[in-house]
């Protein structure tokens, strides 16, 4: 029994200890934490970007993977697999390609409706330019035929 009593004593001495505080660390959320952090800078490819890499002729040739030939498959079923030659394309790039070029045709169509508009305001310019040189021409036409009339007299 004397082991059992110093265990409980030992116990009982290591809890009535006292033990030192545990120093405050900083919290995750903080903003002063993210203050150091970096913000990558983000591309965004134009379509004249794409239409660059698209354009651009590498001298690299992509490599055919040979396909082992099966027996049991029928020739019809082989003359297929070799004629098809798929295109992966990502969806969400596919997407943002068609949504850059809604955007383009509205910016076109914009553009043409600008265009139209400055050469009906020309066509109007033109026009009135005309009728006052008309104005000038016959009010000059009226003061000369005064003029003659009051010293004709």
């Known amino acids: 029994m004397g082991l059992f009593t110093k265990k409980k004593q030992d116990q009982s001495q290591s809890n009535g200890g006292d033990l030192p505080e545990l120093p405050d660390f900083p919290d995750m959320h903080d903003q002063s934490m993210h203050e150091d952090v970096l913000e990558f800078p983000s591309y965004e490819p134009t379509i004249s970007d794409i239409k660059n890499e698209v354009d651009k002729e590498d001298d690299f040739e992509v490599p055919q993977r040979e396909r082992p030939v099966q027996q ?65 021409q016959n009010m000059k036409e009226r003061l000369l035929s005064i003029d003659q009339e009051l010293f004709e007299v």
């Open 72 to 136: 049991n498959t029928r020739p019809s079923m082989q003359k297929n697999m070799d004629d098809e030659k798929p295109l992966f394309v990502q969806i969400d790039k596919y997407k943002d390609v068609l949504r850059s070029i809604e955007v383009l045709k509205a910016k076109l169509a914009n553009a043409e409706d600008l265009l139209k508009g400055l050469d009906e305001l020309k066509t109007k310019e033109e026009q009135k330019i005309e009728e006052w040189k008309q104005d000038v």
